[in-house]
């Protein structure tokens, strides 16, 4: 699959397969997610991989859920996320890094819909 039809293809998912998903495949995106372009090249993020039932259950509490749409849209517990990458920034090297963890999370998301896996960011 090239590029192109990758991005044709991604989607934003907010119910999830009821399937594992393998943390080294994740840490190969935050690797491969740090070649990303950073402004100023300050290189601010730092990345914190939820992977595991019980994380990712605290994690999903925290999360707002399409909060745009009204009604109920919060998926079921067999729906959830079965992993997060949450992408924190270093204040003191940056005071906006909104740029950085666009840039960042459009190369995750391109890398996960390659390996089949969707997001949601």
Same mark, same amino acid.
């Given at each position: @699959? /090239? #590029?192109y039809e990758l +991005? %044709? +293809?991604r989607r934003s998912i907010r119910k999830f397969a009821d399937k594992s998903?393998?943390?080294? =495949?994740l840490k190969k995106f935050v690797s491969y997610s740090r070649l990303s372009a950073s402004a100023m /090249? @300050?290189?601010p993020l730092r990345y914190y991989i939820a992977c595991g039932d019980s994380i990712t259950d605290l994690t999903f509490h925290h999360v707002r859920w399409a909060g !745009? =749409? %009204?009604g109920a849209h919060s998926p079921s517990f067999d729906e959830r996320p079965r992993? !997060? #990458?949450l992408f924190l920034y270093d204040k003191n090297l940056s005071s906006a890094p909104r740029w950085d963890i666009g840039a960042a999370s459009h190369a995750i998301q391109l890398m996960a819909q390659y390996e089949g896996l969707g997001t949601c960011w």
């Open positions: @699959m /090239n #590029i +991005q %044709k +293809q998903v393998d943390c080294e =495949l /090249n @300050m290189q !745009y =749409l %009204k992993a !997060y #990458i």
